[in-house]
T-cell receptor, first 113, second 108 residues
Framework: SQTIHQWPATLVQPVGSPLSLECTVE??????LYWYRQAAGRGLQLLFY??????ISSEVPQNLSASRPQDRQFILSSKKLLLSDSGFYLC????????????FGDGTRLSIL | KNEVEQSPQNLTAQEGEFITINCSYS?????LHWLQQHPGGGIVSLFM???GKKKHGRLIATINIQEKHSSLHITASHPRDSAVYIC??????????FGKGTKLSVKP
């Protein structure tokens, strides 16, 4: 069966520090992968999606970047975190048409101090 | 105006009550999703539908494409149903647009 792992579950980082959140999927190949952010009081916002290794599409300009070094690995990064980067980050995947994630990770709660 | 609106924002019910959560949208869509977000933050996909009605256990989701409206019903609600329920629409071109969610609390 397919599973999705996302870590860490919680993270507290100072402003200006780097960030690396990792997401891996098991039990499927060539998934579409997604990074979402959920800011307090707001709906989920798509940040990045990927249809294959090395292929990253960004939905909104921001302080973050994403990479897909392996088929089932999706990484969200930042060189210098801002206070506004605080939020809840979710990784997701889909095996079907692009844009319809069906499976979500447990999320990472990121607090910037 | 948001492209996806959910109502109510917050809902408190007594165990056993029939619950309805509504979702209205203003864009052309190819599918609509209902998601459940647990208190810890993890999200589970409940339904994906493009027409009619789907049922899974005590959960029923309906969609009216002409009226651009969907409802999620929970029959015989239970405290374990307490969660945030999120409506998301897949635009005909593009990615999902999410509603802000409805926080449901079911009291024993």
């Amino acid at each position: 069966s397919q599973t999705i792992h996302q870590w860490p579950a919680t993270l507290v980082q100072p402003v200006g520090s780097p960030l690396s959140l990792e997401c891996t999927v098991e039990g499927t190949s060539n998934p579409n992968l997604y990074w979402y952010r959920q800011a307090a009081g707001r709906g989920l916002q798509l940040l990045f999606y990927s249809v294959g290794i090395g292929q990253i599409s960004s939905e909104v300009p921001q302080n973050l970047s994403a990479s897909r070094p392996q088929d089932r690995q999706f990484i969200l990064s930042s060189k210098k975190l801002l206070l506004s980067d605080s939020g809840f980050y979710l990784c997701a995947w889909s095996g079907g048409p692009l844009g319809q994630p069906q499976h979500f990770g447990d999320g990472t709660r990121l607090s910037i101090l | 105006k948001n492209e996806v609106e959910q109502s109510p924002q917050n809902l408190t019910a007594q165990e056993g009550e029939f619950i309805t959560i509504n979702c209205s949208y203003s864009v052309g869509i190819s599918a609509l999703h209902w998601l459940q977000q647990h208190p810890g933050g993890g999200i589970v996909s409940l339904f994906m539908l493009s027409s009619g009605k789907k049922k899974h256990g005590r959960l029923i989701a309906t969609i009216n494409i002409q009226e651009k409206h969907s409802s999620l019903h929970i029959t015989a609600s239970h405290p374990r149903d307490s969660a945030v329920y999120i409506c998301a629409v897949k635009r005909s071109q593009g990615n999902l647009i999410f509603g802000k969610g409805t926080k449901l609390s079911v009291k024993p």
